[in-house]
């Protein structure tokens, strides 16, 4: 568990402004993902990606860019952050499509 | 794209009974199916997978049987003990999907 971490673990933000969570693991997974978990709705892929430089949208894209330039980190940025984002947001990494998926600790995000 | 759908939403048990949580999916193609199991304000964590060369896995009071024809799959806990209360997620996936799809989860609640 501690191979995969997240950072900030609490943010608070307004309205509009822009807010990047990161996301780092130290196994070399090549893939890595991120989810938003509402009551309600359980576990939303926002985006993955299959290996550095290579990404994907997933259920719920809109609203969030990432990028990932190096295989150990995968940033989720909200370009302009909205009430409805208000949510807690997990990163997860494997070594494949159906292997594991490892999941670190959450960010739990309340925009003002 | 592949669609899974979990029953019940909440269950709760005596602690000692069985509890059994069923999933279906939709993509035939679907080869590999996860349980997590994630514990109040925790991540969710791997407790067992079956991949579709199998029909059942066992590990201790945890079971995964896998209906291919049905298209469906189902987690069997025996002799629950309080610290089974969490929500359980079932997901699956296949090799050229990419990507797991959770299903909405299973409040699992034991009472002593």
């Known amino acids: 568990d501690a191979g995969i971490t997240q950072s900030p673990r609490y943010k608070i933000t307004e309205t509009g402004r822009q807010v990047t969570l990161m996301c780092h693991q130290t196994?070399?997974?090549?893939?890595m993902f991120w989810y938003r978990q509402d009551l309600g709705h359980g576990l939303r892929l926002i985006y993955y990606s299959a290996a550095a430089d290579i990404t994907d949208k997933g259920e719920v894209p809109d609203g969030y860019v990432v990028s990932r330039s190096k295989t150990e980190n995968f940033p989720l940025t909200l370009e302009s952050a909205t009430r409805s984002q208000t949510s807690v947001y997990f990163c997860a990494s494997s070594e494949g499509t159906i292997y594991e998926q490892y999941f670190g600790p959450g960010t739990r995000l309340t925009v003002t | 794209g592949e669609n899974v759908e979990q029953h019940p939403s909440t269950l709760s048990v005596q602690e000692g009974d069985s509890a059994v949580i069923k999933c279906t999916y939709s993509d035939s193609a679907s080869n590999y199916f996860p349980w997590y199991k994630q514990e109040l304000g925790k991540r969710p964590q791997l407790i067992i997978d079956?991949?579709?060369?199998?029909g059942e896995k066992k590990d201790q009071r945890i079971a995964v049987t896998l209906n291919k024809t049905a298209k469906h799959f189902s987690l069997h806990i025996t002799e629950t003990q309080p610290e089974d209360s969490a929500v359980y997620f079932c997901?699956?996936?296949?090799?050229?999907?990419?990507?797991?799809?959770f299903g909405t989860g299973t409040r699992l609640l034991v009472s002593p």
């Open positions: 997901a699956a996936a296949n090799t050229g999907f990419q990507k797991l799809v």
């Open positions: 196994w070399s997974h090549s893939y």
């Open positions: 079956i991949r579709s060369n199998v």
